[in-house]
């Protein structure tokens, strides 16, 4: 089993890149298991051994290592009398591999039939919140390791947009404005009034607006892979269309796509076919795409990752050259979700750019 789990982690959720990978190599700790990688580890457990881990066994003692995740299939394959599990989803066990780290959750009333979910560490006494704000259909759990990263060093909470992951909302089709006004619900309720908005794909749109209206409450923006998108229409139609083939998407997105498996076609087909998905680019948003920096006068950080097929790099130094204090920064090897596939660096990027300029 060792040596079947080994080959796994390497040719499927590495794509070959850990040759040396073995028995006692630290998964939590490298960053070889995130939160993707995760989902699609405890679905192959599932489906080779016939182990579905329970949600209380998703803790980094059972994930240290390949050593102690094979004494955990064992135990859960050999037990003779297992109590009938509650269903709990694939993002509730997410959720609670973050919670083992130290990571805490809440699900806070933000008014008008909105529960906003977050993940949340605690850093240093006064200083700014850092606002994670995903990517359309990611949740909250896509910002673990930026959230691992800064624990104790800075304030930080990651958000769960209305219609995806655990937020609750009885708008199931939430358009860009929606979003916003929710997020502004949630931001009121708020200790802390000094904001480092960090923001992934068209999580930016929702940051830069925030930043546009309150800038007396915005330190610094970061986008990331996001920019300057001059023909929205014809972009719009082909990023819908690129949706529709999930393989595809991924291929863009990423500069190591992960293997497609059937666990991972579902939860995309589940994102993506979401009206959540397809509603936040209404008519209105698309026309405030084109403009969304306008006005937009705090410090500016831009990311991008050189293999971004959705949003190109040369779209990010565009929007900079709107803004009158703004910078790129281009990440090698990383495409469009740079948090994810380069998360040291991208911690270590932001927090240069908030030293040099900003704090």
């Not at 209380?56 to 094979?70: C, G, K, Q, W």
């Not at 979003?179 to 929702?206: P, R």
């Amino acid at each position: 089993m060792i040596n079947e789990l080994i080959d796994y982690i390497n040719h499927d959720l590495l794509d070959g890149a850990a040759p040396d990978l073995d028995q006692h190599t630290p998964l939590l700790e490298l960053g070889i298991l995130n939160s993707l990688s995760m989902v699609r580890l405890l679905a192959h457990v599932d489906q080779r051994y016939g182990a579905k881990v329970p949600e209380h066994d998703i803790n980094p003692v059972h994930f240290e290592n390949v050593a102690t995740l094979s004494v955990l299939i064992n135990n859960l394959s050999t037990m003779k009398h297992q109590q009938t599990q509650q269903t709990v989803s694939e993002l509730e066990r997410l959720v609670s591999l973050q919670q083992s780290y130290g990571i805490q959750r809440e699900l806070v009333d933000a008014g008008s039939g909105f529960k906003q979910h977050t993940l949340r560490v605690k850093g240093k006494d006064k200083e700014p919140l850092w606002i994670l704000l995903p990517a359309l259909g990611n949740p909250s759990t896509s910002w673990s390791s930026t959230l691992r990263s800064v624990q104790g060093r800075h304030n930080a909470v990651a958000l769960d947009l209305a219609g995806f992951g655990l937020s609750q909302s009885a708008n199931e089709s939430p358009s860009y404005i929606d979003h916003v006004e929710f997020t502004l619900q949630y931001l009121a309720t708020l200790e802390e009034q000094e904001w480092v908005l960090v923001a992934n794909s068209a999580g930016s749109m929702i940051a830069t607006e925030i930043a546009r209206r309150f800038p007396e409450k915005v330190i610094a923006l970061v986008c990331s892979g996001f920019g300057l998108v001059e023909d929205v229409d014809s972009w719009w139609a082909d990023l819908q269309k690129m949706s529709s083939a999930p393989e595809q998407f991924l291929a863009a997105a990423y500069y190591h796509p992960p293997k497609m498996t059937p666990a991972l076609e579902d939860l995309l087909n589940d994102v993506l076919s979401r009206p959540a998905y397809h509603s936040f680019l209404d008519q209105y948003a698309r026309q405030a795409m084109a403009t969304t920096f306008d006005g937009v006068n705090v410090p500016t950080l831009f990311i991008a990752g050189e293999h971004d097929q959705i949003i190109p790099p040369q779209w990010s130094e565009k929007a900079a050259e709107k803004l009158p204090n703004a910078e790129v920064v281009r990440l090698s090897r990383c495409g469009h979700f740079s948090a994810s596939e380069r998360p040291e660096e991208f911690v270590w990027v932001v927090e240069d750019f908030l030293t040099r300029g900003v704090m």
